[in-house]
């Protein structure tokens, strides 16, 4: 049984589920390429690698933060008007 929370979505178990993580693994696999390249230089110490990490992680955070605002947006929009393209911004 599939409960209906009022957005319109029905079943919306795994398969909002999947997207979600997909997005969250990108941002790991991303930053844990930030710190593989930066480890690969001979030249680099273990200070230098916390500051690209912790600016990758920072990117990463607002990236999320960005996603979920946007979605949150467009889910207080009607059913009518979700599906719609953005037309940018107002003039």
Known sequence: MTSNNG????????????????FAGLLVIGLL?????T???PDVSLAEMVFPALGGLAIAAAIVVIVRR????????????RGRQD????R
């Open 7 to 22: 957005t319109g979505n029905t079943g919306s178990g795994p398969s909002r589920r999947t997207p979600k993580l997909l």
């Open 33 to 37: 390429m930030l710190v593989a390249r």
């Open 39 to 41: 480890v690969a230089r």
């Open 70 to 81: 946007d979605r949150q947006d467009r889910e207080s929009l009607p059913p009518s008007e």
């Open 87 to 90: 037309q940018g911004m107002p």
